[in-house]
């Protein structure tokens, strides 16, 4: 059966049990979980959003350089590392990684991705270093289909641990476990108590900065 963003069942999230079966590894796991925290260079510090080096994918050659919105075409995906100064005291981290995603254009986005093509597509951050869950490291999935329900689906963020899926078109209001309220990809299934966080993002000096006005929503599996 194919998924249908809107119509993928909440219900689905009591299965997950069945799922864990394919679950990986103790060190599998570990390998998913972010470094430990080091002491901070306050000047390698940068609010831009700047493409890791990673081979084999379409930006490969452009790691370390900001990312620019022309760069992309839709569903384009890129992880791409942030650190503004402030992620040391609010976070204790020096850097993060997020995927980077052009995405058609939803009206939930306003204010939070930087429209592109006529207002038609937009270029959303989602905060990809850490599962709401237990911290692993969702990943981007053009398709596949899902361990706990059966269904098919396309173009959605799948932590690989316990097979939570988020969908980055439904960008919804969720409430943390510490009352927060967080705009987030929802989360159509899984483990995970709600949906993956957005980082606002912003055009300057025609390139991509992370905003950090929002950093509250990144504050979780034992970070701020």
């Not at 995906?77 to 992620?87: Q, S, T, Y």
């Not at 005291?89 to 939930?108: D, F, H, R, Y």
């Not at 960008?171 to 949906?195: C, F, H, S, T, W």
Request: with cysteine.
């Amino acid at each position: 059966m194919k998924l249908t963003r809107r119509g993928f069942l909440q219900g689905a999230i009591g299965l997950a049990g069945a799922g864990m079966t394919t679950a990986l590894t103790v060190p599998a796991l570990k390998s998913l979980l972010p470094p430990p925290v080091t002491r901070c260079n306050e000047d390698d510090a940068h609010e831009t959003l700047t493409y890791k080096s990673e081979s084999g994918k379409w930006y490969e050659d452009m790691g370390g350089n900001v990312a620019k919105k022309e760069d992309f075409k839709l569903w384009d995906v890129a992880i791409v590392d942030w650190g503004p100064k402030e992620l040391e005291q609010e976070l204790g981290t020096c850097e993060i990684q997020l995927a980077l995603v052009k995405v058609p254009a939803e009206p939930s986005m306003d204010g939070l991705g930087v429209l592109d093509d006529d207002g038609n597509t937009c270029l959303m951050a989602y905060h990809t270093y850490k599962c709401p869950h237990l911290c692993c490291k969702p990943v981007f999935a053009a398709e596949g289909t899902s361990t706990i329900s059966g269904n098919e689906y396309e173009n959605m963020f799948l932590c690989p641990c316990h097979l939570s899926l988020f969908d980055p078109l439904s960008v919804i209001k969720n409430v943390d476990e510490q009352g927060r309220e967080v705009m987030a990809a929802e989360l159509l299934e899984g483990p995970a108590p709600y949906g993956l966080p957005v980082v606002p993002v912003t055009e300057k000096d025609g390139g991509l900065v992370g905003l950090i006005t929002q950093i509250d929503w990144l504050k979780y599996c034992g970070q701020g």
